[in-house]
């Protein structure tokens, strides 16, 4: 059996204002960087064998914390980003609520028959990120992975492995700096 340490980056000054990221490249808070200290910290408990992160800074900040504990060198992978949510991309979720009501509203309700303007289809992102994790579980069978990533590409993990319904990715969604482990079987 593989385990599966899923992390979410620690928080940044958007995640304060509820600001879509997306795939920009927004760094740690100073509050974020203390929650990535505190979670490497209950994390070296824990022997890990390998640690993939998203490219994006917040989560590669966050896997670095946590990588200095366990020794190990923190591989980054493009396919481990946020989904990029075009036109939505640093508009507040209240703006985009009043902007794009229908759209946003099928986004929480139906996530998988819509996407963001100009943004990536969250089935898209979701082939694109199991298939990415596929290939990790694969090339560490029997061992402890942790993948440092985003809201939404955690969730996306989690539902594929445990059978979760992606059409209820929002009622699944970690908070920041947090983490969880699942088991995948072999």
């Not at 490219?55 to 900040?61: F, G, H, T, V, W």
């Not at 694969?138 to 440092?148: M, N, Q």
Request: charged residues 30%.
């Amino acid at each position: 059996m593989t385990n599966l340490v899923l992390v979410r980056h620690g928080k940044t000054d958007w995640n304060k204002m509820d600001r879509i990221q997306g795939e920009l490249d927004i760094p740690l808070s100073i509050e974020g960087r203390r929650q990535a200290q505190e979670m490497a910290i209950s994390l070296s408990k824990i022997k890990i064998d390998a640690i993939y992160s998203s490219a994006l800074s917040r989560s590669y900040e966050t896997a670095e914390y946590i990588a200095q504990y366990h020794d190990l060198k923190v591989k980054k992978l493009k396919s481990l980003n946020e989904l990029n949510q075009g036109v939505w991309q640093g508009l507040r979720i209240d703006e985009i609520k009043k902007r794009y009501k229908k759209q946003f509203a099928s986004w929480r309700t139906a996530p998988l028959s819509v996407k963001p303007p100009k943004g990536e289809g969250m089935k898209d992102a979701y082939d694109r990120i199991v298939n990415a994790v596929d290939k990790i579980v694969e090339r560490h069978k029997a061992e402890t992975i942790c993948v440092v990533s985003h809201e939404l590409v955690s969730t996306m993990i989690r539902c594929h492995y445990q059978g979760l319904d992606i059409n209820h990715i929002w009622d699944f969604v970690p908070d920041n700096a947090t983490w969880e482990m699942i088991e995948v079987t072999d």
